[in-house]
């Protein structure tokens, strides 16, 4: 009797550890990755090698003046991105232009105030504050910043004081290491989570733009760009070490340098982020600016996280092929292609037509 229970001891004791192995297998399969929609996720020693004398740490710098409403928008939408608390935070917050004037110095007390009381909280790693001894401008003040998160990591994420990311914002820019693109494709100099399509109206166009994402499968699209756009944006050390000393800071001034050398913008067709900008100060006053809205982006459409990416080869934000993408999608960054109405049988039209359209693009994945 007693052999009998040994017996009966021992394989409830072998099935036990057994099932414990088969849940760690599949919770580690889970939960490495970015998806949780059914994909299969590449475990970890599938993933891309990084090189040894690349230092991968997570930092993203937020520049910031004075803005402190935009400033907690930008910060609360960045505490909501899947993984932040693995980031250290890098605010490069520029001097006040005067001591003696209110304006131009509460703003910038509001934002440490909120950068302090966010160090109490731990939302993520670490947070560095760093503020310039003198108003620099934005364009100094941003290269400052990019320098400062080179001293930490040889990649680094970009955020100004407007821009939002959606949810899985900085896993796009992850994606970037852990898939090897930007060890592979060494014409690939900077990333951008904006989209130049769906352009914000004053008309309800949300149906519109969730047919067009489904039917086209922006979800997991993304082109090339010859142009920046430093709108939420990343760069890595080999774009810093060839064009960092020489950069102004000044959007058009790198996204000119990186055009004349043949260098490239990978630019999701469903953007990661929002630009919120609307106003802004500086050495001449309050200003209001152009604004880069997007009416739809990847958190309208399950989130926009998949464990890969396809890449529209032979296509970029400049020669979009076939011309039809854009006049569907209401326009690109300088159309007037916007619609100012939509009903639900134009909407399936347009939808089917533009699937139709993208059946001819060549497309290659990227893991």
Same mark, same amino acid.
């Given at each position: ?60 710098v937020v520049v910031a003046y004075n803005r402190v409403e935009y400033f907690r928008r930008t ?64 364009? !100094? ?25 959606? !949810? ?125 809205? *997007? ?34 999608? *209401? ?9 100012? !109405? ?19 693009? *060549? ?5």
């Amino acid at each position: 009797m007693p052999r009998k229970q040994s017996k009966h001891s021992r394989l409830i004791l072998v099935t036990i550890v057994m099932l414990g192995l088969v849940l760690t297998y599949y919770r580690n399969q889970r939960c490495y990755g970015y998806s949780v929609h059914g994909e299969k996720l590449k475990p970890p020693e599938q993933l891309h090698r990084i090189p040894q004398n690349f230092r991968y740490e997570k930092v993203v710098v937020v520049v910031a003046y004075n803005r402190v409403e935009y400033f907690r928008r930008t910060i609360s939408a960045l505490i909501l991105a899947d993984g932040s608390d693995s980031y250290t935070l890098i605010a490069a917050i520029d001097g006040s232009r005067l001591e003696h004037d209110e304006n131009s110095t509460q703003g910038n007390k509001d934002i440490i105030e909120t950068l302090y009381s966010l160090r109490k909280a731990r939302h993520f790693k670490e947070i560095m504050v760093d503020i310039a001894a003198s108003n620099l401008g934005t364009w !100094k003040n941003k290269k400052r910043g990019v320098a400062l998160g080179f001293e930490q990591s040889d990649f680094v994420v970009v955020l100004e004081d407007d821009i939002v990311l959606s !949810k899985y914002g900085l896993r796009w820019f992850e994606w970037h290491v852990l898939s090897g693109l930007i060890f592979d494709r060494k014409e690939f100099a900077t990333a951008s989570c904006w989209s130049a399509t769906f352009t914000a109206t004053e008309n309800d166009t949300w149906l519109h733009d969730f047919f067009m994402t489904k039917e086209l499968q922006l979800q997991d699209r993304w082109i090339t760009s010859d142009w920046a756009h430093q709108w939420g944006w990343a760069i890595w050390r080999q774009t810093w070490d060839e064009f960092g000393q020489n950069w102004t800071g000044q959007d058009t001034d790198l996204a000119r340098a990186l055009q004349k050398r043949g260098l490239y913008e990978t630019h999701p067709m469903l953007a990661r982020c929002n630009n919120i900008g609307a106003f802004g100060v500086n050495k001449k006053g309050t200003f209001t600016s152009h604004v880069h809205l *997007r009416s739809f982006t990847s958190d309208d459409y399950h989130g926009g996280s998949l464990p890969r990416m396809i890449e529209l080869r032979n296509q970029s934000l400049q020669n979009m092929t076939p011309a039809i993408l854009y006049k569907w999608l *209401r326009g690109g960054i300088f159309s007037n292609h916007v619609v100012q !109405k939509f009903d639900m049988n134009t909407i399936q039209e347009r939808a089917s037509l533009a699937r139709i359209a993208s059946e001819g693009w *060549r497309t290659t994945a990227v893991e």
